[in-house]
């Protein structure tokens, strides 16, 4: 079975930064565009970055540009989100997805999904 494995949340101050790791498992994720997703309690899951298979499209949140990067090492298998400058509103567990449709990624309804990372911002 086909998994994906998140790891790299944590609690931090407002102002720090936070590498997440989305590493893939029973297949190889150069395949499939990658997401990476998160959910606030009492809040919907919001798409934070998308990075295409095909062409190597990068999308963000609006919310999010210019503070988190998003990459991908397909050599190991693993998909990173780098997120600098944080807030107290990024404050959310953080999953990654994965599927060859990209647009089924961005609509959420990707085929595979990680069990998520908590992220805390809070000093």
């Known amino acids: 079975q086909p998994q994906l494995v998140e790891s790299g949340g944590g609690l931090v101050q407002p102002g720090g930064s936070l590498t997440l790791s989305c590493a893939a498992s029973r297949f190889a994720l150069d395949f499939y565009s990658i997401g990476w997703f998160r959910q606030a309690p009492g809040k919907e899951r919001e798409g934070v970055s998308y990075l295409s298979r095909r062409d190597g499209t990068i999308m963000y949140a609006d919310s999010v540009k210019g503070r988190f990067t998003i990459s991908r090492d397909n050599a190991n298998d693993t998909v990173y989100l780098q997120m600098n400058n944080l807030k107290p509103e990024d404050t959310a567990r953080y999953y990654c997805?994965?599927?060859?449709?990209?647009?089924?990624?961005?609509?959420?309804?990707?085929?595979?999904w990680g069990q998520g990372t908590q992220v805390t911002i809070s000093s």
């Open positions: 997805a994965a599927d060859y449709s990209w647009y089924r990624l961005i609509a959420g309804t990707g085929d595979y």
